[in-house]
């Protein structure tokens, strides 16, 4: 197939469906029940190791076994990069020696990282042995960098040139050079001890004179991150500063490798999923888990959510007498505690993501707080006449309207101020509030909404 | 001060914090108190254009008015791009007519489409007055493109060959053209009808030789986006396809312009925050929205909330008879409510996630019913046994064990399925998942949680 084919043959996959459609996926596994190596070869050709690495995940262990015994050595070390890590493991483990080999050797030192970090010992020195020596030093020097770190992220291939240079030195030395790295997008200017001084686009060093400086064409804002940042922060600042590629520095600030925004992209994503998932009281899930895996990691959360509904049960048994006198109270207590657990995970929610984009700070904690208070009231004036209304109407009794109006009210406030002050207190104890915000705020907001809506009748009623 | 005393300075803020800090925000509101517009300069000049734009957001509307009087001139247009849209406005309203037509004719075309699209007419009008005729056409016709589309999104200016040039030839001409972009990462390859054939990084031109032939360094992989395409899909395939830039065409496939990776990452980034809110039942809501913008927002979810409590209590109320039998049924009544509407919310959430990566497709759905199905089984059976003998040693009542034990393990499975089928439903009919799947979901629970265990009990207690 000649080079303008392929283009042609990718720009129609662009118009109906990038992402692997039904139909694909059929025939693939089809070619793997007929055991048709060249039809499946044929049918993969035109799939990114992206869109292939989508599909491995989406079809069973046994397929997935039978399909990477039949595609061989077409394997691409990519793939492995592309592939969550529930599956990985399942994959590696089913490549012949020779294919992984060839698959790891193509990968770049920070993919290997990527791609060995979480994988358990065996398989890691797997890898590591199929790489050669001068890789291996690399990875296993990356892997001395805490987790999660800039050091992790970032690719050791750098293009760099003195601060003094023209931009004609620094097109030859390029041009000179035999190990440029696959994508770049900045030369990085350093000082005669390798700490980087700026950078210059490569935009700016093509439509510039030779005999130009570079560092007159440096750009205005620069930033560079420490082997040791939190690659939390990386993301953040690539997305809050629109950096494309950002320099990495050790101890003393020489230059030791570069972060480019696809790096960044990826944390950028899997922190969004976390922080979704963990607002939902879900771990590290994905669709590949096995069904132990996800009952084990729905479990904890279930567990806790049993604690506290219990403790919500002790406030509703405090009140047996006045429950066994009016039944309708059993009747419409579970609606006060349910629109006060609405209304807080609503406030908690945007509280969660204020914090997370750094929105949320000392400077207008206060402002906030008041909002989420005056909200809660105003929304719980609005439901208290709704609810008692239809209180009144259902039950004819006008005592029973004014006690779950009034519980309205006092949920709903206590809703919006639990939804602002318990994220801002987790975060400032150091707790991710993403993760353990939504149990406090519900138990909050059940035993509060309980309390005031059966206490109230109590006191009003009997 | 020097650009060396720039670049450290900036390095400085790097280590601590590159995020507004509250003793910056705090001497920069004294400085507006003392009207000392020299000290204000002073300490905004080190920060981002970014970083202005949240200290805009985090302040009130008084402060903000003092703050962009006494800064005056040294407004940047860029500062505009970054706010908020809920602030927006207000800061435009803000701006003597000299500084804001100054602002917006630093900015690139694409960042004025960005900047006005969503904005009152009178407050477009304004802008669009304030530009050069030449970008005022380009930006009119920009919105002349969907909202929301390919075409809203990229940048008019490209850089492009025809394909059978060199390297010599590409370089040469960049370095006589007056207008390149600001940023861009690759030169288009177009055909003799300006129809993009594949592109080349700039690394690659940089490391070739003069006489190599474009066409000979194209990328291997090349994608390009209609002008009318959802920048949801644009955005998705940067992010799966590790995509830095790609061109964008008309109906007739002729190159019109180039979207970049970091506007990509932008849109990424909204999505995620609408799915978050929206699964919290939220609108697009930001900090700096006013009490009543809030309450106005969360008001419709409420309200759709009370209706299902409501359908829930009636459910409650055909057991009324039940419930003044046996008191103790509804001290545990919303114990099987709750723990049922959190295991919805887990799986709800996971296939929701899912959908939106792509990961959860006709391919393997039901695989993943499945196993919902098993997993919320499982749990149940976990949970029943630990609730029953709760139930039993707290009330004493062997059967109200049995009772909530088989409710427990029936909602639980109820919760999996209705995880899972609710939001592949929506998004068979073309409801965005993320926004409805949270209601009907704690629908079938509450309902079917309260009738299964108030169910049972009258007919095994009574």
Redesign the interface.
Known sequence: MS??D??IE??EQ??DA???T?KT??AILDAVEAEDAALLTELMEPL?A??IA?LL????SDKRHRLIALYGKAFDGEILSELDESVREDVIAALSPEVLTEAVRELESDDVVDLIEDLEKIHQQVILEALEASDRVAVERALTFPEYSAGRLMQREV?MAPEHWSVGEA?DF??A?ED??????HIILVDPRLRP??HV???K?????RQEKL?DL?EP??????VTQDEE?VA???????L?SAPVVDDEGRLVGVIT??DA?IV??EE??E???R????GP???SD???Q??KQ??P??FV??M???L??LV??QF?AT??AV?????????V???GG??G??S???AV??LA????????AL??IR?EL??GF??GC??AV??GA?GILWFGTPMLGVVIGLAMIANLVIAGLAGILVPLTLDKVGVDPALASGVFVTTVT?VMG?FAFLGLAAVLML
Chains 1, 2 share one sequence.
């Open positions: 080079d303008a392929q283009v990718t720009d662009d118009e990038y992402a692997l039904g996926v059929a990114h992206a869109d989508d995940e989406q079809i069973d293009v097109i390029m041009r050079a440029l790295p696959e994508q770049f997008y001084v700026g686009t490569l935009g060093v093509m439509s510039s004179r560092a440096a804002s620069f930033r560079t991150f420490s922060d953040y600042a690539f997305n809050q500063y629109h494309i925004i696809d992209m950028l994503s969004n999923e922080d979704i998932l607002l939902a009281g879900v899930e994905s669709l096995t069904t132990v996800i009952v729905r479990f959360w279930l959510n049993l506290t509904a219990i919500a049960s509703i048994a047996e429950l066994a039944v309708a109270l059993a009747v419409l207590m579970p609606i505690a349910s629109m609405n209304a995970t609503q908690l929610t945007v993501r204020a984009t750094r929105d949320l700070t000392g400077s207008n402002r906030v909002r005056v909200a105003l929304n609005v439901f709704l609810m239809i059940d309980f």
